[in-house]
């Protein structure tokens, strides 16, 4: 129950959520008997009540006009996404599938479709995102924060790893552009998966485990990723400006998600 | 994994697509980027399907996740890419042609709804649209049921016109 508004106009605020009905009985009782004894109050009230707006029949126009054939689309889009990446029953995956197709024929979300692509939708489990982030995350899971701290790469070396991975992608990895508050870079080699060039620059943390950001280049639209997880590690990835990010580490989702926010800010082309 | 859960959440989920659509729509005053938000939500509330208690409201829960995106990824993706944020003028028009068909009395309270500041509108929509009580909202937008107070007078006067002894004041709290 409402305690007490934070601001100047708190009489205001404490008139309101008496109009709401929002009081707690003690406070809408000590209302109530300063209502009786203060008619400039008791004005104030009734100007409240009478300026009251028509908000949810004018909020209610917006749920007409809800694209509503889009956004099943949308969440059939979900379904096919949330199936592939979560661990599910047979019956789960057919039932979304089934759930999905249904919609998208019932729902005639042919705009979306051709939005997103059909090939979106229904890829598979066996993607190259899918297993890029498994072959990481099983790479990175091999390092705890000694195994990591204890890598010794000289600053010279460093320097020429960053300018060759960075001439690779075509982006700026110079020291000040690849440093991170809390972060020590401790390595930034080149690897290579399915015929793809990736850099990883592998992190030491000073309050988690270790953090590594992985860049390729692909070509094509942008895409944005949730925090996840994978081998007890959390990721995200994205797409922007023909380059694929990938941050995960042993580390908290808040951390990695603030973290690639940083990265997204620092890279944005 | 909890199945009964991801049933639930996947029985219930798409006759609250319009209604989560509309809370993306007063957060980003965008309707393709209400959509992507909508899809967004999806995806995380079937993944994350185990942390939905069964017998507690789906619809408040959404709003949370919703919100949540909107405030950690779009909201500062917008920023960074340019695309800033949307004059509120634009919110009624959508893919450029199809007017949101509204009585020109309702339109004009739902546009300047739509200018307040993003704390007072969306506090707007949760407390007196969708029906949340003071506690509720003040648990999806995570701040003290003090604002929720404050954001619901200060905005309750700027509509009427009245006038407002803070007038200025989102009173967001930090963060």
């Keep these: ?269 | 994994m909890t199945v009964a859960a991801y049933d639930v959440i996947a029985a219930e989920l798409p006759a609250l697509l319009p209604r989560l659509w509309r809370y993306g729509l007063v957060l980003t005053r965008d309707p393709a980027a209400a959509e992507d938000l909508v899809q967004a939500t999806c995806v995380r509330a079937l993944e994350r399907s185990s942390q939905f208690t069964i017998g507690t409201r789906l619809d408040r829960w959404l709003f949370s996740i919703l919100r949540s995106i909107w405030i950690n990824q779009l909201r500062s993706q917008r920023v960074r890419t340019g695309q800033g944020l949307v004059d509120p003028e634009s919110v009624l028009v959508l893919d450029g042609e199809q007017q949101i068909e509204t009585n020109i009395f309702a339109g004009q309270v739902l546009k300047r709804a739509l200018e307040l500041p993003e704390g007072q509108r969306e506090t707007l929509l949760l407390v007196y649209v969708e029906g949340l009580t003071y506690q509720e909202a003040a648990h999806v937008l995570n701040v003290p049921i003090g604002t929720v107070m404050s954001r619901l007078a200060t905005a309750r006067l700027k509509l009427s016109g009245m006038q407002a002894p803070s007038a200025e004041s989102d009173d967001e709290v930090a963060g």
């Design chain 1, 1 to 269: 129950m409402a305690r007490g508004p934070d601001n100047s106009n708190a009489g205001d605020a404490l008139l309101v959520a008496y109009l709401d009905g929002e009081l707690a009985p003690e406070a809408r009782r000590e209302l109530e008997g300063r209502l009786g004894a203060d008619a400039s109050l008791a004005a104030r009230l009734a100007a409240l009540a009478q300026a009251s707006q028509p908000l949810k029949s004018s909020f209610d126009a917006l749920l007409k006009a809800a694209p509503r054939a889009r956004l099943d689309g949308a969440y059939a889009a979900a379904l096919v996404r949330a199936s592939r990446r979560r661990p599910r029953s047979y019956r789960q995956i057919l039932t979304a599938a089934a759930a999905a197709l249904l919609l998208l024929i019932g729902g005639g979300a042919a705009g979306y479709l051709i939005a997103t692509g059909p090939g979106n939708l229904f890829e598979e489990a066996d993607t190259f995102e899918d297993a890029w982030i498994d072959a990481v995350a099983g790479q990175l899971s091999l390092y705890n924060s000694a195994s990591v701290e204890a890598i010794q790469v000289s600053e010279a070396e460093q320097k020429a790893s960053l300018a060759k991975l960075g001439q690779m992608l075509k982006l700026d990895l110079s020291a000040p552009t690849v440093e991170f508050e809390g972060l020590t870079l401790k390595r930034a080699e080149l690897l290579h998966f399915r015929g793809q060039e990736i850099a990883e620059l592998l992190y030491a943390s000073d309050t988690h485990g270790p953090i590594a950001l992985c860049i390729t280049a692909k070509p094509g639209g942008e895409e944005e990723g949730e925090v996840e997880s994978r081998n007890g590690l959390n990721f995200t990835y994205w797409a922007k400006g023909g380059r694929r990010f990938l941050l995960i580490g042993d580390a908290p989702e808040d951390r990695i998600e603030a973290l690639a926010d940083k990265i997204a800010e620092r890279f944005s082309l």
